[in-house]
């Protein structure tokens, strides 16, 4: 089977940083990807990681560890704006993108 | 301006009512899915094109069908919809070699009573 594993919800206040963690085990691995959903919107692409290593894009960084199948989103100088949920999502091959359940991120004055 | 669109964004009907949710897309992929997201399970993949005729299953497929005439349409059909479809439906759209990174669509909340 599949999973994909990420904390449910996670609290921080503006200008903190905070990592959202994803585990998978899944039955085939190219690469993980990160989303942004806003509550009542669409999910929008963050970024890819394909190679064990850090993605610098802006305030936002995504980390990969194959050998662990783990990975994690890491935002910096955090804004009111992003207040939204993130999830992982794996690569499985076979055209098949797996997502996790998300991570709700609040973010408070 | 790239997009998918996804019609209608609300819907409410009864069940055993056959209905049809369009999805459109204007960026020339070959790539083409569809989502439910339900609380607490995040989103899971319906059906999903990787090209014109080209349709296979993802991995909740029971009650669904799709199709794909053409490239830019994708359009979901359930053909006797019951309560437990009930959802939020996303489409989406990749490149066919960059599946990873999927243009959705606004998304279609389905109600069925």
């Known amino acids: 089977g599949q999973s994909l594993e990420q904390p449910s919800e996670v609290t921080a206040v503006e200008g903190a940083v905070v990592q959202i963690n994803c585990t998978y085990q899944t039955s085939g691995f190219y690469g993980l990807s990160w989303y942004q959903q806003h509550d009542g919107g669409a999910p929008t692409f963050l970024s890819y990681?394909?190679?064990?290593g850090l993605e610098e894009t802006g305030r936002f960084s995504s980390f990969l560890s194959r050998s662990d199948s783990y990975g994690y989103l890491l935002l910096q100088e955090l804004q009111m704006k992003d207040s939204a949920s993130y999830f992982c999502?794996?690569?499985?091959?076979?055209?098949?993108?797996?997502f996790g359940t998300g991570t709700r991120l609040l973010v408070s004055p | 301006e790239a997009q998918v669109t996804q019609n209608p964004r609300y819907l409410i009907t009864v069940t055993g009512k056959k209905l049809t949710v369009t999805c459109s897309q204007n960026m020339n992929h070959e790539y083409m899915s569809w989502y439910r997201q339900d609380p607490g399970l995040g989103l899971r993949q319906i059906y999903y094109s990787m090209n014109v005729e080209v349709t296979d299953k993802g991995d909740v497929p029971e009650g669904y069908k799709v199709s794909r005439k053409e490239k830019r349409n994708f359009p979901l059909i359930l053909e006797s919809p019951s309560p437990n479809q009930t959802s939020l439906y996303f489409c989406?759209?990749?490149?066919?070699?960059?599946?990873?990174?999927?243009?959705f669509g606004q998304g279609t909340r389905l109600t069925v009573v």
């Open positions: 990681n394909a190679l064990d």
């Open positions: 999502a794996v690569y499985t091959g076979f055209q098949k993108l797996v």
């Open positions: 989406a759209s990749s490149v066919q070699g960059s599946i990873t990174e999927a243009f």
